[in-house]
């Protein structure tokens, strides 16, 4: 039976006394509440005319729909596109959060990026407004005044005044206490040298003749192949190399793995070398430029000073023994003298009899005495207290490409395109002359590879 009021089974059922219509009991009392008559007869009625019909709880009364199978197949069908529906608007609400996700991550990555750009460049810049703060001389009063009045493009006074009369950078020149320094280091090897024995390890020329090549490891790029540099840190067996691909590579040789690669120069690096048990590495280039590389706690080295002091390519870079001085040499004719803390070049020496410019550089093993060799096949020998030349070497053929000075300091062995030449620096004068191997392969490097107290062996 259905109610007369909403055409359904009703959940409450009751009757009217005076009609017997049957009615949902919530909607009968709200008619009754607000008309108080039948909905049907239009009679007075109230609760007490309504009687309350018992019925079975248990099993509630099924609509019309779910009475037949068609109807129950109805009631199917819409749940199921309901349940379509609502799934085809939360796989559009998954592909919209999805494509929301996709574009914050990739926004995420490219911050990151030109976060990581700007810390890059804003370190560059550190980097060189302290080489350049190092770098600038303290100019006099007078020298500011003329300054001063003479700038008209809107540039800093600072520019200029580093400038000297002919127009060349002003250097603070070499200190009395570094080169009272250097002097102390000077007696203090020059006492022990003389002491030092041949050691007992030392291979003989026929050991060294039959050496024979263990491996082979490919460091740099193979599109511009070529090592053009080499330095040994023998406390670590670290072999540092630099290469025509614009980089060096530090390489562990008991492991065979490339510990760090050096990487910011834009041309070949033509020289470099360990300091400082090899925490430091200072490497040159054919971009003009010198870096100073430190290293970190994690093994890895970034570049800590990028020296700008001379105009053309750098050729070569040697080490005090105090490991706190360095010179570099230069196709523009000067050789630079640095201090390794401050990457400050304290004076930069031009020989004014030459035209060519340095292709190789080496301190003695004293570190009073500095050897250059020029492009035009001259060796020539520095006392770096005064930066005056106190001898030349002629005798080569094309650039001088190495300098090598022997363990007691008396020989001095230098490599140019003719082959290799022995020099006794008491007597001034060439003593032996190896001649290459043939024509087509120059003599590159000439390396100190004894300890003892006779002249350098020579390694092509």
């Not at 493009?153 to 020149?173: I, S, T, Y």
């Not at 003695?364 to 492009?375: A, E, M, N, R, V």
């Not at 005798?395 to 000075?405: K, L, M, P, Q, R």
């Amino acid at each position: 039976m259905n109610c007369s009021i909403s055409g359904e089974v009703p959940e409450e059922p009751v009757v009217s006394k005076k009609s017997g219509m049957l009615f949902e009991r919530r909607l009968i009392e709200r008619h009754i509440s607000d008309y108080g008559k039948c909905p049907v007869t239009g009679e007075q009625l109230s609760m007490d005319d309504i009687v309350p019909i018992k019925a079975g709880k248990i099993v509630k009364p099924r609509p019309m729909q779910a009475a037949s199978i068609p109807g129950m197949l109805s009631i199917f069908q819409n749940e199921w596109d309901s349940l379509m529906l609502s799934n085809f608007a939360l796989e559009q609400q998954l592909h919209t959060a999805r494509q929301e996700l996709s574009h914050a991550l990739y926004q995420h990555d490219a911050a990151c990026r030109v976060i990581a750009r700007l810390k890059k460049e804003r370190d560059e810049a550190l980097s060189l407004l302290a080489q350049a703060e190092r770098q600038m001389p303290i100019p006099s009063s007078t020298a500011i005044t003329a300054n001063a009045s003479t700038l008209s493009n809107g540039k800093r006074a600072a520019e200029e005044e580093d400038l000297g009369h002919a127009g060349k950078k002003l250097r603070p020149g070499i200190s009395g206490r570094i080169i009272e320094e250097l002097t102390e280091c000077n007696a203090s090897l020059s006492q022990h040298r003389k002491k030092r024995q041949v050691p007992s390890t030392l291979a003989p020329v026929e050991d060294i003749e039959r050496y024979t090549q263990l491996s082979s490891h490919p460091l740099h790029k193979t599109n511009k192949p070529g090592i053009l540099s080499l330095d040994i840190n023998y406390s670590k067996d670290v072999i540092a190399t630099g290469g025509v691909d614009t980089s060096a590579v530090l390489f562990d040789r008991q492991s065979g793995q490339i510990l760090s690669t050096l990487s910011g120069h834009s041309k070949k690096v033509t020289s470099l070398k360990f300091v400082n048990d090899g925490d430091v590495v200072l490497t040159c280039s054919s971009d003009k430029t010198v870096r100073i590389w430190q290293s970190s706690e994690e093994g890895n080295y970034a570049c800590r000073q990028i020296l700008k002091d001379h105009s053309a390519e750098v050729q070569a870079v040697t080490v005090h023994a105090t490991n706190n001085y360095f010179v570099t040499a230069s196709l523009d004719s000067t050789w630079c003298f640095y201090e390794l803390s401050s990457g400050l070049c304290l004076t930069q020496v031009e020989d004014s009899s030459q035209s060519e410019g340095y292709t190789s550089a080496a301190f003695h093993p004293d570190g009073l005495i500095l050897g250059t060799g020029t492009s035009d096949a001259v060796v020539k020998i520095w006392d770096v207290k005064t930066q005056v030349n106190v001898a030349k070497f002629p005798g080569h053929t094309g650039a001088v490409t190495a300098i090598s000075f022997s363990e007691n300091g008396y020989f001095l062995a230098t490599a140019a395109a003719d082959g290799v030449k022995l020099w006794d620096l008491r007597k001034l004068k060439n003593f032996r002359t190896f001649s290459p191997y043939d024509p087509d392969t120059p003599t590159n490097s000439a390396l100190n590879a004894g300890a003892g107290v006779g002249p350098p062996k020579i390694i092509r």
